[in-house]
């Protein structure tokens, strides 16, 4: 996709949140809960014999950053998480504790989901965990780059089939806000539109799309179509 054309139709950064269980009213959760704001229904979905959660590494001009994907029917839900947060990892870790992940999808209703998990021990993973160099404000920068582009909308998973319905966010952690601030951004809920995302005043906007169009020639990894690096996907029950 044309970062030009990704800046012109850009609208803000759609954003996920880790949750305890405490806060959903509903006994069959533990730990904490992985949760996204939708623009379809969940409920069809809620019954789906099969799903695939997984975690997998995605490329960027700096670091990996980590993505959490979860395929039920023709519905793919993906959530770009910033490996330098300590609240990701107690989230990934809480799940392998539990053998299972819990996921809130909402569309004016919440639905849950508890999705069998089986915890990556590839050598990737333990690297980057234990990388004490990982910069937050990098890496939330080129999580903000790779969906403002689209750049996870056509890519293809192994083992997955293509979705109808596509939602990608960022995982709302303290220093991403941070970083979302230093660059101009507002996180808030949008009871209107019934979403929570970070949004530019249209004066910074303009000023990130004539900085996204003078930097293009240096962001090749916008353009192409190999943007991850993604371990076998494992297909729950």
């Known amino acids: ?27 069959r959760l533990k730990g904490l809960v992985l949760e996204q704001v939708v623009k379809f229904d969940p409920l069809p979905y809620a019954k789906a014999r099969r799903a695939v959660f997984d975690m997998c590494l995605v490329g960027t001009n700096t ?6 994907l979860l395929q039920i029917k023709d519905a793919r839900l993906v959530w770009l998480a910033n490996p330098a947060e300590p609240d990701v990892w107690d989230a990934v870790d809480n799940w392998k504790a ?3 992940v ?23 993973f333990r690297a980057l965990r234990h990388n004490i160099r990982l910069a937050v404000d990098l890496l939330t920068a080129d999580a903000i780059a790779l969906l403002a582009a689209g750049a996870l909308d056509e890519y293809e998973f192994p083992g ?21 601030k230093t660059l101009g951004y507002e996180a808030k ?12 005043s249209l004066v910074v906007l303009r000023r990130w799309y004539y900085q996204l169009h003078s930097d293009a020639r240096r962001l090749p990894l916008l353009a192409g179509s190999h943007v ?3 371990p076998d996907v494992w297909q729950g029950a």
Not at 1 to 27: E, K, T, Y
Request: proline fraction near 6%.
């Open 1 to 27: 996709m044309n970062v030009v054309n990704a800046a012109r139709r850009f609208s803000g950064i759609h954003l996920g949140i880790i949750s305890p269980a405490s806060q959903f009213q509903d006994l």
């Open 63 to 68: 670091d990996p950053l980590l993505m959490f």
């Open 98 to 100: 539990n053998g299972s």
């Open 102 to 124: 819990s996921v809130a999808l909402s569309n004016g209703t919440t639905h849950i989901f508890n999705i069998p998990y089986r915890y990556r021990t590839d050598e990737s």
């Open 160 to 180: 997955l089939p293509a979705p109808k319905l596509l939602t990608a966010c960022l995982v709302y952690t303290p220093g991403v806000d941070d970083t979302l």
């Open 189 to 200: 809920w949008d009871a209107q539109a019934y979403e929570f995302c970070a949004r530019k």
């Open 228 to 230: 991850l690096s993604i």
